[in-house]
C-alpha cells in the first residue's frame, strides 16, 4: 500500500491503523544481514592479507594404466578418486593374471616402457616391438566384469577386451594377460582396510594406498645427499611435483588445497630402478632409500568433490 492508501482513514477522519509488526521485524532482519555482510567481507580481506605463498605447482601428472608410463599434463582436476584430464584418470586401467590378481611392475617390470598417450575419446598405448593399441576409453557395458585382487583386496574391473588382453601377453612374454578398468561406479577399496580404522573414510581405486601422490623438488634433492646412487623423480611416480618450498615440508602446499595428508610407506625394498629392470641391467642397491622413503613422500586425498589444478599455480 502506497503512502496516500496509508493516510487514507486519517483524512476520512477515522483512527490510523497500526503499523504492521512484521514491517518492524523486517526491518531489523535487513540490517542484521546488512552488518553481517559487512563482518563476512571484512574477515575474508583480513584471511586473504595472512595468505602466502607456500610452494608451486612444477609439474602434474597422471598414469592412466598402473605401471606404465605417465602422461604430464598442464591442468588436472583433482578429484575423490585421483586426477582427471579429459578422459585421463589417473590409474584406472590394470593388468591383471586371468585369475583376476593384479601385475606391476613389481613383477613385470616391462611394464614401465609403455608409453600413453590421449586423442580424442582413445588411449593410445606404445612399446618397443608393438603396433600401436587403440584403447577406448569407454567401454560396452557388455564387457565382463573381473573380480581382481589388489594387495590382497577385492575390487571389480571391466576387461577391456580381447585385443588389449593380447597386445599386453605379446609384449611381457611371460604368461596370459588382461587389461581391466575402473569405473566410477564401482566400490573401491576402502582406506580404513588399507591403513587402520583410525583413517578418515575414502576409496582407493588402484592406486597402490592413496588417490593422489605429491613430492616436493626440494625432498628429492634431500634424498639425493644421502645417496651414492642418485634417484629420479619418475621413480617415485607423483601426481604433483611442487618447487619453492623445503625438503619435506609438503604438507604446507598441501594445506592451502584443503587436504588430508597421509604418510606413505614404500614396500620392504625400497623403490627399485624399475627401468633399468626393465631394459636388462641389474637392478641398484636399494636398501639406503628406506630410512627417508616415509619422510619424502606423502599422500593427500581432497575433502572437497573436486579441486581444479594448474601448472605454476
Given at each position: 500500500?502506497?503512502?496516500?492508501?496509508?493516510?487514507?482513514?486519517?483524512?476520512?477522519?477515522?483512527?490510523?491503523?497500526?503499523?504492521?509488526?512484521?514491517?518492524?521485524?523486517?526491518?531489523?532482519?535487513?540490517?542484521?544481514?546488512?552488518?553481517?555482510?559487512?563482518?563476512?567481507?571484512?574477515?575474508?580481506?583480513?584471511?586473504?592479507?595472512?595468505?602466502?605463498?607456500?610452494?608451486?605447482?612444477?609439474?602434474?601428472?597422471?598414469?592412466?594404466?598402473?605401471?606404465?608410463?605417465?602422461?604430464?599434463?598442464?591442468?588436472?582436476?583433482?578429484?575423490?578418486?585421483?586426477?582427471?584430464?579429459?578422459?585421463?584418470?589417473?590409474?584406472?586401467?590394470?593388468?591383471?593374471?586371468?585369475?583376476?590378481?593384479?601385475?606391476?611392475?613389481?613383477?613385470?617390470?616391462?611394464?614401465?616402457?609403455?608409453?600413453?598417450?590421449?586423442?580424442?575419446?582413445?588411449?593410445?598405448?606404445?612399446?618397443?616391438?608393438?603396433?600401436?593399441?587403440?584403447?577406448?576409453?569407454?567401454?560396452?557395458?557388455?564387457?565382463?566384469?573381473?573380480?581382481?585382487?589388489?594387495?590382497?583386496?577385492?575390487?571389480?574391473?571391466?576387461?577391456?577386451?580381447?585385443?588389449?588382453?593380447?597386445?599386453?601377453?605379446?609384449?611381457?612374454?611371460?604368461?596370459?594377460?588382461?587389461?581391466?578398468?575402473?569405473?566410477?561406479?564401482?566400490?573401491?577399496?576402502?582406506?580404513?582396510?588399507?591403513f587402520s580404522p583410525v583413517v578418515p573414510n575414502y576409496q582407493v581405486a588402484y592406486p597402490?594406498?592413496?588417490?593422489?601422490?605429491?613430492?616436493?623438488?626440494?625432498?628429492?634433492?634431500?634424498?639425493?645427499?644421502?645417496?651414492?646412487?642418485?634417484?629420479?623423480?619418475?621413480?617415485?611416480?607423483?601426481?604433483?611435483?611442487?618447487?619453492?618450498?623445503?625438503?619435506?615440508?609438503?604438507?604446507?602446499?598441501?594445506?592451502?588445497?584443503?587436504?588430508?595428508?597421509?604418510?606413505?610407506?614404500?614396500?620392504?625394498?625400497?623403490?627399485?630402478?624399475?627401468?633399468?629392470?626393465?631394459?636388462?641391467?641389474?637392478?641398484?642397491?636399494?636398501?639406503?632409500?628406506?630410512?627417508?622413503?616415509?619422510?619424502?613422500?606423502?599422500?593427500?586425498?581432497?575433502?572437497?568433490?573436486?579441486?581444479?589444478?594448474?601448472?605454476?599455480?
Open positions: 500500500m502506497g503512502a496516500a492508501g496509508w493516510w487514507a482513514p486519517r483524512r476520512l477522519g477515522l483512527p490510523a491503523p497500526s503499523r504492521p509488526s512484521w514491517l518492524a521485524g523486517a526491518a531489523l532482519g535487513l540490517a542484521a544481514a546488512a552488518l553481517g555482510t559487512v563482518a563476512w567481507r571484512r574477515a575474508r580481506s583480513r584471511r586473504r592479507g595472512r595468505l602466502r605463498q607456500v610452494g608451486t605447482v612444477a609439474q602434474l601428472w597422471i598414469y592412466p594404466v598402473k605401471s606404465c608410463k605417465g602422461v604430464r599434463v598442464s591442468a588436472a582436476e583433482c578429484t575423490a578418486l585421483g586426477l582427471r584430464c579429459g578422459h585421463l584418470r589417473d590409474r584406472f586401467w590394470l593388468v591383471i593374471k586371468e585369475d583376476g590378481h593384479m601385475v606391476t611392475a613389481r613383477q613385470e617390470p616391462r611394464l614401465v616402457l609403455v608409453s600413453i598417450t590421449c586423442e580424442g575419446e582413445c588411449l593410445m598405448l606404445k612399446a618397443p616391438g608393438m603396433d600401436q593399441l587403440v584403447l577406448p576409453s569407454k567401454l560396452p557395458p557388455s564387457n565382463k566384469v573381473h573380480d581382481c585382487r589388489l594387495f590382497g583386496m577385492d575390487i571389480k574391473g571391466r576387461d577391456c577386451g580381447d585385443e588389449a588382453a593380447q597386445w599386453f601377453t605379446s609384449f611381457l612374454k611371460t604368461e596370459a594377460f588382461r587389461l581391466v578398468q575402473f569405473e566410477k561406479h564401482m566400490k573401491g577399496r576402502p582406506s580404513k582396510e588399507i597402490d594406498c592413496s588417490p593422489i601422490m605429491i613430492l616436493s623438488e626440494a625432498s628429492l634433492a634431500d634424498l639425493n645427499t644421502r645417496l651414492e646412487k642418485k634417484v629420479k623423480m619418475d621413480q617415485f611416480r607423483p601426481n604433483i611435483v611442487v618447487t619453492g618450498c623445503d625438503a619435506f615440508e609438503e604438507a604446507l602446499c598441501l594445506g592451502a588445497l584443503d587436504t588430508e595428508v597421509k604418510r606413505y610407506r614404500s614396500c620392504p625394498s625400497g623403490f627399485p630402478d624399475l627401468r633399468g629392470r626393465a631394459e636388462g641391467r641389474q637392478p641398484r642397491a636399494r636398501s639406503a632409500v628406506m630410512h627417508t622413503l616415509s619422510r619424502c613422500t606423502r599422500m593427500l586425498r581432497s575433502r572437497s568433490a573436486s579441486i581444479c589444478l594448474e601448472k605454476g599455480v
